[in-house]
């Protein structure tokens, strides 16, 4: 049986893709959604001490690029260079994206090994020469099944559209290049019985194994009536099909056919992260091309659901005139971050509101947590001097802070780690955080401060430690959601200076007692979310 990811040999990256995306207009919130996710997944197991290789990248060839270039009168290649200059590689840095290596499937290390895997394949008699006539929908690069159309109405009445754009499909008939893929459905279907984690979410897997139940056709793999994509090696007539292109980045990037020690440290992907849209690329053709060409097969395939607007996918044409930049000036970048993932179950559609975005900023992100740091700090400044105290009366409040944490983690590592359940991670950490607010509002340091005995000292001491080092196991566990935000509260509870970076603090460790330094200089740092402007106009 084919191998899957969790069985790499050696020593083994934990590799994380998103799709590489079409590079026709510049990214929009639904782009940076996976994108984002992606890296919070990886920041995650970075923190954890894994060695990890996040990948992302753009999708350069086939039609619809073509079009739009011409369309702006520029060649195709000037096209993308520009749009990845300009658009999708600073907004990745804009929104703190560290991803391991960006692959543009114009690049000739990505060109060459595909022509290799295409050739290969053909040489095996996996690719035959067949004629095909049917409805392709250029938006989605993909030749359509009568069925899957809707009717159109209104200005398309009495044509067919493509079911995700709405727009009509064009009948297209071409001698093509076939590879046989409906040879692949029963070793398919073995393998998701074998591995039902293969496809998540469950919704998902039950489509994709219905769809693979029904029997599958061969694919087309070459377009003989345009010319921008890879040339078939033994037929300059025709270019490679435009996704067994883009499919294989997640190879050609990590060394396929080119550098062997790496891509057996790294291939196949642990998480192909996803939108729902391309689940069966992933789900049924990338891995029949894996099949064919006897390579390993992914972790699993993870679908997220769609940001929508008005009642539809967000999409190019129906965007809402927001752009990422447009609510990081507003809210910034790291509570940009974790709204998206925090506000809609990974895997099911959201929508957008300001006004939401607006009240789970203010009452979760500046009043739960940006007003436990400052409180905390303040009054470590103001009773002791900034120096954090030594905790030497712990009672039972303190200990269900303490397990509260050691809680906080583990939910939050499984939940983000192992189920990609973004939501409930991060809810684990706020739920956390909410519990520091009620023992500091139960404890009154304000009013134990007034008590000069020793004892009362002691108490107050007490108080100001346990909450100072609940907050460091906060400032661990969202610092792959919001890496600016952590990085300035573990500054503030001089915790840089007493245990190092806060990037090699491993997240598994992060529920474990004391290991904040009484002493440390804890001082005031900047207001970690501030209150939000006026919405702009
Ligand atoms: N180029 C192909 C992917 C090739 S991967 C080998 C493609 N590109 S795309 O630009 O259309 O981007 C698709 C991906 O962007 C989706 O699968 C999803 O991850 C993300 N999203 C685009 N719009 C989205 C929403 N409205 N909502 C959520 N995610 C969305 O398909």
Redo the contacts with the bound molecule.
């Keep these: 049986m084919a191998a899957t990811g969790s069985e790499k040999q050696g020593a083994t990256a934990y590799y994380v893709s998103?799709?590489?995306?079409?590079v026709n207009d510049a990214p929009?919130?639904?782009?940076a959604?996976?994108t984002v996710a992606g890296d919070v997944l990886t920041r995650w197991h970075r923190q954890r001490g894994e060695k990890v290789w996040y990948l992302t990248g753009t999708?350069e060839h086939g039609q619809k690029i073509m079009r739009t270039a011409e369309a702006n009168d520029v060649t195709p290649q000037a096209w993308c260079d520009k749009l990845v200059e300009e658009a999708w590689k600073p907004l990745w840095e804009h929104l703190n994206i560290a991803n391991d290596d960006f692959i543009r499937t114009t690049e000739k290390r990505h060109t060459d090994r595909v022509q290799e895997f295409v050739q290969d394949l053909y040489d095996k008699g996996e690719i035959y020469k067949g004629g095909y006539e049917g409805p392709y929908c250029v938006g989605c690069e993909e030749y359509k099944l009568p069925g899957d159309l809707i009717d159109g109405e209104g200005e398309f009445a009495g044509q067919k559209l493509c079911p995700v754009h709405k727009k009509p499909v064009e009948l297209l008939k071409e001698e093509n290049y076939f590879f046989k893929l409906s040879e692949y459905g029963p070793k398919l279907l073995e393998f998701y019985a074998a591995n039902p984690g293969f496809i998540q979410p469950e919704s998902a897997r039950n489509e994709v194994v219905n769809f693979v139940e029904q029997g599958l056709q061969d694919l087309s793999i070459s377009r003989s009536t345009f010319d921008w994509g890879v040339p078939v090696p033994w037929d300059d007539k025709h270019v490679i099909y435009v996704?067994i292109d883009?499919?294989l980045?997640?190879a050609t990037a990590v060394g396929y056919g080119a550098n062997q020690e790496k891509f057996d440290g790294t291939f196949p992907a642990d998480v192909h992260?996803?939108?729902k849209?391309?689940l069966r690329?992933?789900s049924v053709i990338w891995p029949a091309m894996l099949m064919a060409q006897g390579l390993p097969l992914p972790g699993k395939v993870v679908a997220?659901?769609?940001?929508?607007v008005g009642g539809e996918?967000?999409?190019k044409s129906n965007l809402t005139g927001i752009k990422p930049q447009d609510l990081t000036s507003h809210f910034g970048v790291d509570a940009y971050r974790w709204y998206f993932l925090r506000a809609i179950a990974y895997g099911s559609d959201g929508s957008f509101s300001w006004e939401d975005f607006t009240a789970r900023y203010t009452s979760e992100l500046a009043n739960d947590y940006g007003n436990l740091a400052s409180r905390v700090a303040a009054m470590v400044g103001k009773y002791f001097g900034g120096a954090l105290p030594e905790a030497t009366a712990v009672g039972d409040a303190e200990r269900a802070v303490q397990e509260g944490l050691a809680k906080a983690v583990a939910t939050a590592d499984q939940k983000i780690g192992e189920e990609l359940d973004f939501q409930s991670g991060i809810l684990a950490v706020f739920d956390f955080v909410k519990q520091v607010n009620g023992y500091i509002t139960e404890q009154e340091p304000w009013k134990v401060a007034k008590d000069t005995t020793s004892e009362g000292q002691a108490r107050l001491a007490t108080i100001l430690y346990t909450a100072a080092e609940a907050l460091r196991g906060v400032a661990v566990l969202l610092n792959a959601v919001m890496p600016e935000t952590s990085q300035s509260l573990w500054e503030s509870l001089g915790a840089e200076e007493s245990l190092g970076a806060l990037a090699d603090q491993k997240v598994q460790d992060a529920g474990a007692w004391g290991i904040l330094p009484a002493g440390t200089t804890v001082t005031k740092g900047a207001v970690l979310f501030p209150r939000l402007e006026e919405k702009p106009a």
Excluded: E, R, V
């Design positions: 998103t799709p590489i995306y079409y929009h919130l639904g782009h959604y996976t999708d996704w883009a499919l980045n997640y992260l996803i939108g849209d391309i690329f992933h997220n659901g769609w940001l929508m996918k967000m999409s």
